[in-house]
Structure formats: C-alpha cells, structure tokens
Nanobody, 124 residues
Framework: QVQLVESGGGLVQAGASLRLSCAAS????????MGWFRQAPGKDREFVAA????????YYGDSVKGRFTISRDNAKNTMYLQMNSLKPEDTAVYYC?????????????????WGQGTQVTVTT
C-alpha cells in the first residue's frame, strides 16, 4: 500500500513555470512505476508523463513534450513534474499515480494508487 500527496499547484500566467511534487509513503516507492495525469472540467483524465522505477525511462503526452519534465528522487520518496511555458490549456487538476510494476505507462487503468490532485490554473 502506498499513499500519494500532490503539491505545488497554483494560479499562474501563461508562460510561467511550476513544479509539482508527489510525495509517497511506504517503503517500496523505488519499485513503483509512476505517472502524472490531469483532468480538466468535463474531460477525461489525460496522460501527461510517466517514469520508470529508476528514472531511466520517461514518457510524455504529445501536448506537453518539450515543455514538461518528469523526474523522481527515490531517496526522498518523491516524484516531480517541472512545467515550463505553461498555457491556458494546461489548466486542470493534476494527479500522480503509482503502479505495482517498475515501468511507467500511459494507461491510467494500470495504476493502482492515486493522490487527491492539485489544481493548476493558467491565465492569459
């Protein structure tokens, strides 16, 4: 069992940067594949980025490639999402997920654990 807590969201203007954090409890964090997803009002939860247990493999959704960077620090049981050049269409609740397999995946149904989410709002 793992519990996830996101932080770092906020209200920013277009072009700004934010860094989200996902803090995990439990001793097995370093074995989990992890991911970031987001959900805007009235839309399905969308894949943003994923990372393998070691951080050696990363994946990004097309809409965030080149602007967002996913990383993790297993010593701190924490995953990050650095978001640069934010756009109004990035506005959403951002969720982190963990799965009992070491690889990340774009498939949200393959994550067993979820945080409560953190709101990101980007204004023009």
């Amino acid at each position: 069992q793992v519990q996830l807590v996101e932080s770092g969201g906020g209200l920013v203007q277009a072009g700004a940067s934010l860094r989200l954090s996902c803090a995990a409890s439990g001793r097995s964090f370093s074995t989990y594949g992890m991911g970031w997803f987001r959900q805007a009002p009235g839309k399905d939860r969308e894949f943003v980025a994923a990372i393998s247990w070691s951080g050696g493999s990363t994946y990004y959704g097309d809409s965030v490639k080149g602007r967002f960077t996913i990383s993790r620090d297993n010593a701190k049981n924490t995953m990050y999402l650095q978001m640069n050049s934010l756009k109004p269409e990035d506005t959403a609740v951002y969720y982190c997920g963990a799965r009992n397999v070491g690889s990340g995946t774009i498939d949200r149904y393959r994550y067993q654990y979820w945080g409560q989410g953190t709101q990101v709002t980007v204004t023009t």
